[in-house]
């Protein structure tokens, strides 16, 4: 067996950063990380790949090339957790034991909790997602390739990674149609669980008028949950009543349902129930979640600290903290945490503390970008001297180039 002083499990935006971070508190060679990909993607610009902005390959980087140095990377998957024996078990049988684990594998997509669509995604048949590696390429060639019909953008009924994401599509989508020429031959319907565009006054009214003046059906009080590819339907649920409404398709683009990772859903260290209602409204969305435990990291929405285990700590999109899950949001998390881990092995109380900062840049167009930044209760923490519920061009540039190379060159190196 094993035995390391920290743990990582994990090599995504939390993983990387907060490892980085602890580099410069701890020994590298005191820190493993175990993440089994040989990629690491910067998430953020899926979205402007599956507009046909940039390219897929520009989003990522190998794996090893942001491995912080000195620390040990262990190229495996996590199968169980005993945190009462302080080890994790590998999927290759072998065992490590801990001081420290901090746990940040990021969100599973649940793909198969909408019936018919495994097997269809990015087949040509109008059904595509920006959600996954091998089919974000397939939402341009859907978009540049629509002749006219109806588009449909789904949002699932779970907390997801970027919660603007399934929306920014549809603008850019919606700014593509109009472009060349189909927009009257063009009705786009944007179905979600909730009730608005966003969850936080300042953003939803703009957004909703947006939705209104580009001739945006929206189906409030809706998901997703199950498609005929063959013959172009969508069965779409209503959240209330259970209500099925089939409406025909040319193209869909799909936004999954999401949990933690199984591996950790069936662990002693997740919830036991599904993140609290009131809570939830702190998000950038309004939501109605399930009532399936979602299983994530049970942390202190504060430290950031297992409420059982106090030598486990958790942040990002696996944790149970009541924020929006971005990179933006762990950028603030990391080096909360990255400190009352410290403190707590010198034999200290962890006392800093995240407020739940978050931010969503939400494409409108090509050249516009409102950027949303929000924190616990959805108070508003704009960082620019100018209000950032409208979409300007300087915030496109933000996200286009400069917040890519904020993370390349600065987050992941834990300079933050």
Known sequence: MEKVKIVIVGGGTAGITVASMLKKKFSPSDIVIIEPSERHAYQPLWTL???????????ARPMKSVIPKGVKWIQEK???FEPEENQVTLSDGKTIEYEFLVVAPGIQLD???????VGNLGKGNGLCSNYTWDTMNSTWEEIKNFKGGTA???FPTNPIKCAGAPQKIMWLAEESFRKAGIGDKTKIIYVAPGGAMFGIERYKIPLNAMAKERGIETMFGHHLTAVDADNKKATLTEVATGKETIIDYDMMHITPPMSAPDFIKHS????AKSLDVEELKTLCYEITPSSEALGYVEVDKFSTQHVTYKNIFSIGDASSLPCSKTGAAIRKQAPVMAENLYLVSQGKAPTAKYNG???????????????AEFGY????????????????RSMWFLKRHALPSLYWNMMLKGKV
């Open 78 to 80: 996590v199968a169980t």
């Open 377 to 392: 209760d959805g108070v508003i923490m704009e960082s620019f001297p100018f209000a950032q519920n409208k979409p300007r």
């Open 152 to 154: 449909i953008f789904t």
């Open 49 to 59: 790949v599956g507009g046909g902005v940039v390219s897929r390959e520009e989003t």
């Open 357 to 371: 900062y978050a931010s969503c840049p939400l494409v409108t167009d090509r050249s516009h970008v409102m950027l």
């Open 111 to 117: 793909f198969e909790n909408i019936k018919g669509v």
């Open 268 to 271: 002693s260290i997740s919830t």
